[in-house]
């Protein structure tokens, strides 16, 4: 008989960061707050995305913003151009948020008048799968520079995101990037994920997400 204790850290703390998520969304859903979950390598073009779904929405419906990085508020200065309200979460080395760090960013945003509020998540394909932020959909940019093959190199970030985006698909004559492999490797993890292509430089695309976007919050909103 072994005379110390083993303790599953890692399943004990999923469990406890799943409650805590479901929690989250519950309170969301009362409030008619719609949360979407970004995530991404670094250099996919997040924040160009988000500024052109910003200047197309932001007539439409109360934007608000929260940019997580591990240092820097790059990224905020850039979404603070829009005009919406947006606030920067720095994770202190963290590479993930999980959904205590993305409720106390929400108490600082404040939702009482935000219709849509959007994460932009650490920049990976790893850590930011792995955590339930609480989010109403996860919403992933696959970029065509990073290759076609990231659905079998990452496959949990593949299997759980709503709606993904392959960005930059203007330069795609000038990458070899198999679009149509990539769309068929997400669909065996994924059957559900909706399939959008976009380019953030051109705005192509764009209306297609923020159509996906107005549908969603509606949904949200009604149920």
């Known amino acids: 008989m072994n005379d110390f204790r083993v303790l599953e850290i890692k399943q004990s703390v999923f469990k406890d960061n799943d409650h805590q998520a479901s929690l989250l969304r519950e309170e969301l859903k009362k409030e008619k707050t719609f949360l979407l979950n970004l995530m991404s390598s670094p250099g996919s073009g997040k924040t160009t995305t988000l500024t052109k779904i910003i200047d197309l929405l932001k007539e439409e419906m109360n934007i608000g913003v929260m940019e997580a990085d591990i240092d820097s508020d790059v990224d905020a200065h850039t979404i603070s151009k829009t005009g919406v309200k947006v606030i920067q979460l720095h994770t202190g080395g963290m590479c993930h948020l999980d959904a205590d760090m993305t409720k106390q960013g929400l108490q600082a945003l ?14 990976n394909l790893v850590c930011p799968a792995e955590f ?92």
Do not use: H
């Open 110 to 123: 404040g939702t009482e008048e935000i219709d849509f509020a959007i994460l932009e998540n650490v920049g």
């Open 132 to 223: 339930d932020t609480g989010a109403s959909k996860n919403a992933m940019i696959l970029s065509v520079p990073e290759g076609d093959d990231k659905p079998l190199k990452y496959p949990l970030m593949f299997s759980i995101v709503d709606v993904l985006l392959i960005n930059k698909i203007d330069v795609l004559e000038y990458f070899d990037f198999d679009l149509e492999a990539c769309k068929e490797r997400v669909k065996k993890l994924n059957p559900k994920a909706e399939i959008i292509t976009i380019s953030a430089r051109t705005g192509e695309g764009i209306e297609k997400f923020a159509d996906w976007i107005r549908r969603e919050v509606r949904d949200w909103n009604q149920y």
